[in-house]
């Protein structure tokens, strides 16, 4: 079965650092996502990606914070200075078309000391 | 108020039993919905999409009051494997998901 596959499963940090999530959608899929859940609370949307642009982005998603798909394959999310309230697990999505399910990956848990 | 409201549990129910869940949610303009389930340090994976009608896929019954802005997710014959967090999940006019806080539930032997 497809699924959407992310690395790394676990980044460490220091604050002030500049990391980059990777994610590898499902190969068919057009619409990207990332979503944070940070421990014990729910699940945040952070900005959704269609034909090469932001489709739409919440307010979590300020100027520290950028996508990109560098090629046809992967999606990813950079944090250019991190903070300790970024310390989260961070989840890729995607779905084959807007509107319809989105599929998550594994996240990766990113922790900034 | 919250956008998507759920009683944070636990829900501790022996196996078998019958359990349900109950999601509130603000927007009257929310379109699509849908229960996800995650367990402990995983991702959401879809349990069901939440149609007006009502569906039931198996064990899992899930029904929508639009009136009333309230979701609901019944599981029969409850299975320690069915332990996890349960998550509403709604969407408005875009793509987003908007996630409740979730569920916890877990089943004892």
């Known amino acids: 079965e497809p699924e959407v596959t992310q690395t790394p499963s676990h980044q460490v940090t220091q604050m002030g650092q500049e990391v980059i999530l990777r994610c590898v959608p499902i190969?068919?899929?057009?619409?990207f996502y990332w979503y944070r859940q940070i421990l014990g609370q729910k699940v945040e949307f952070l900005v959704s990606f269609y034909n090469n642009e932001i489709s739409e982005k919440s307010e979590i998603f300020d100027d520290q914070f950028s996508v990109e798909r560098p090629d046809g394959s992967n999606f990813t999310l950079k944090i250019r200075s991190t903070k300790l309230e970024d310390s989260a697990m961070y989840f890729c999505a995607s779905s084959v078309m807007g509107g319809n399910i989105q599929y998550f990956g594994a996240g990766t848990r990113l922790s900034v000391l | 108020r919250k956008e998507v409201e759920q009683d944070p549990g636990p829900f501790n129910v022996p196996e078998g039993a019958t359990v349900a869940f109950n999601c509130t949610y603000s927007?009257?303009?929310?379109?699509?919905f849908f229960w996800y389930r995650q367990d402990c340090r995983k991702e959401p994976k879809l349990l069901m999409s939440?149609?007006?009608s009502g569906n039931e896929d198996g064990r899992f019954t899930a029904q929508l009051n639009r009136a009333s802005q309230y979701i609901s997710l019944l599981i029969r014959d409850s299975k320690l494997s069915d332990s996890a967090t349960y998550l509403c999940?709604?969407?408005?006019?875009?793509?987003?998901?908007?996630f409740g806080t979730g569920t916890r539930l877990q089943v004892f032997p």
């Open positions: 927007n009257s303009a929310s379109q699509s």
């Open positions: 939440v149609y007006s």
């Open positions: 999940v709604v969407t408005y006019n875009t793509d987003k998901l908007i």
């Open positions: 190969s068919n899929h057009l619409y």
